[in-house]
């Protein structure tokens, strides 16, 4: 994991852990919507609110389907840093 990704993945770790402060860093780093009765229709979108601050980037509708798990919010914000005009 190069030093940039270590850096997005701490950010969104803390943005996480903003919206759900009672899960530690290892839970978060694990955290599924399916499994997490916390992660609702409000903790979405105040998740993607944050994380839209955070990383400067905007969520269509479209993505926020797909992004059900920390891993895979975390592969939108990688891919957004890589390619900041596709977002």
């Keep these: 994991?190069?030093?940039?990704?270590?850096?997005?993945?701490?950010?969104?770790?803390?943005c996480f852990a903003a919206v759900f402060p009672t899960l530690s860093r290892e839970q978060v780093a694990q955290a599924e919507q399916a499994s997490l009765p916390e992660w609702d229709s409000i903790a979405t979108v105040t998740l993607i609110t944050v994380i839209e601050d955070e990383f400067h980037v905007e969520i269509s509708a479209s993505e926020i389907e797909n992004l059900v798990s920390f891993d895979k919010v975390l592969k939108f914000v990688t891919d957004a840093a890589v390619n900041p005009a596709s977002k």
């Design 1 to 14: 994991m190069n030093t940039d990704n270590k850096n997005e993945k701490s950010r969104l770790l803390d």
